[in-house]
């Protein structure tokens, strides 16, 4: 890879500074020099192909989380494999850590150690800020808002849904906050690009380390859980159930005895794990299309399992970081050429590896964010940004994108008023005659959708 500190790439020029096609770069190398005031004083807008990264991801959200119960190709995948769905969650969090990248960029590494010369403040706010992300989550998705089918509000607090979408971007946020704070090169060398960094790479290697000593050394006992015989947040009058879960097994990656399940049961506690787990569409489980599960099916069918668990953050951190090497890329190379050969060939690395990884037995799973899930989905974030860019910001089809672009600039907006339906409430409230004649009413039962209570976990 070309080096990144050499005395050619300290003047940064901003994304704007090459305004002509990839391909014609080579021939006006002076009309890119003549433009440097310009381009210096354009540098602080924002990346246009990143906002429409953001957009696109939002876009998928809503749609496998609406459409997906009638389009199960799109939903997500019961436990092992990839569909559509299952690469949401890392966009978001490869949207983080590029966006980390542009927030502590750098014309050159002199004022990257100006801008967080005081680290421990640069630290604290970094915290504030994933605090309050992971509180919004908690509120969000933890149960307090019932959804569509149920008007009502609050969630007994022992069985409050601890972590969520919002809560795993906080964590991979702050984990690569504090690796740009204080794990960068703060000399200028000429040294290679993947030296200037290397130590956001060992904490990959150290979290994916951790991961896998983890999810095949710990020893899963039997369990047992309570169940509820309710699908809502709240505690259900009816009585309850025990089921007994036989494990007695160390690195089992199914749904009912792995080590991440285990790790959240002690940690959080059953009753503040993800009560609809996705495992339930498996053959095994045999659910109705009214998602309940029958009395003949596996004891595990009936437990709660927290997809954004402890375990899995680690990975899902690990992707937040790799992440920011991709913003590196953007924020400290000049030449579309450059930024574009550099992401496609991580891109293809991390592609080889992942798919080996699958080849050989480690599966792609996204409720346990498996080390070959990992790669492959931060690969194909990777290529997606990548051709994205190509098209918004190499060849100008933003106007192409505004509508994604637009939904990028106010992607919290949107998830919040998404996630807590308030936009399909407001809807809803204009019907013809009585309130079942509404849009939503009709649009459900066009698409013969189930009801949905609340957003599914990405």
């Known amino acids: 890879m070309p080096a990144i500190c050499s005395n ?18 080579h021939h006006h190398q002076q009309e890119e020099d003549d433009e440097l005031i310009v381009a210096d004083k354009k540098s602080s807008r924002r990346i246009a192909s990143l906002d429409v990264f953001r957009g696109l991801s939002i876009f998928l959200m809503v749609l496998v989380d609406y459409a997906g119960s009638s389009l199960p190709v799109i939903a997500h995948s019961p436990w092992n494999g990839l569909h559509l769905a299952d690469f949401v969650m890392p966009l978001f969090l490869f949207a983080a850590g590029v966006s980390l990248a542009i927030v ?29 992300l992971f509180l919004l989550g908690v509120f969000l998705q933890g149960g307090y808002l019932h959804g569509i089918t149920s008007l009502t509000y609050g969630v007994d607090i022992e069985r409050i849904r601890l972590l969520g979408i919002l809560q795993r971007i906080a964590i991979g946020y702050i984990a690569a906050a504090v690796c740009e704070i204080w794990l960068s090169r ?18 990959v ?23 509820l015989n309710s699908f809502s947040s709240l505690v259900s009058e009816n009585g309850s159930t025990i089921h007994t879960v036989t494990c007695s097994v160390r690195g089992d990656l199914g749904p009912a005895c792995n080590a991440a399940g285990m790790i959240d049961r002690y940690v959080l506690g059953i009753n503040h794990l993800y009560q609809k787990p996705v495992y339930r569409n498996l053959k095994e489980c045999n659910i109705s299309k009214g998602g309940q599960v029958p009395d003949s099916s596996p004891s595990w069918c009936y437990a709660p399992f927290e997809p954004e668990g402890i375990l899995s953050s680690l990975t899902a951190s690990a992707a937040c970081i790799i992440g920011l090497q991709y913003g590196h890329i953007l924020t400290e190379l000049q030449g579309h050429r450059d930024r574009l050969c550099n992401w496609s060939l991580l891109s293809i690395l991390l592609m080889i590896l992942g798919s080996v990884l699958a080849l050989i037995g480690i599966p792609l799973n996204k409720s346990l964010y498996t080390i070959s899930y990992l790669l492959v989905t931060s690969a194909a974030s990777g290529i997606t940004f990548c051709a994205l860019y190509l098209l918004v910001d190499v060849y100008g089809w933003r106007r192409v994108a505004f509508v994604l672009e637009w939904m990028g600039k106010h992607s919290l907006s949107i998830f919040i008023l998404v996630t807590s339906n308030l936009i399909v409430i407001a809807i809803q409230g204009f019907y013809w005659k009585s309130p079942g004649n509404n849009i939503v009413s009709l649009f459900f039962s066009c698409w013969d959708f189930e009801h949905i209570s609340s957003l599914r976990s990405p």
């Open 104 to 132: 502590y960029k750098c014309p050159s590494l002199f004022l990257k150690q100006q801008k967080i010369e005081n680290k421990y403040e640069a630290t604290w706010k970094a915290i504030v800020r994933a605090v309050g």
């Open 205 to 227: 290697f150290f979290l994916s380390a951790i991961y896998i000593g983890l999810t095949y050394g710990l020893y899963v006992a039997d369990w047992q859980f309570e169940d």
């Open 186 to 203: 703060q000399t200028c060398q000429k040294a290679a690009f993947f030296r200037n960094y290397m130590w956001h790479w060992c904490a």
């Open 8 to 25: 050619s790439s300290l003047n940064f020029r901003g994304k704007m500074a090459e305004i002509l096609p990839l391909l014609n770069n």
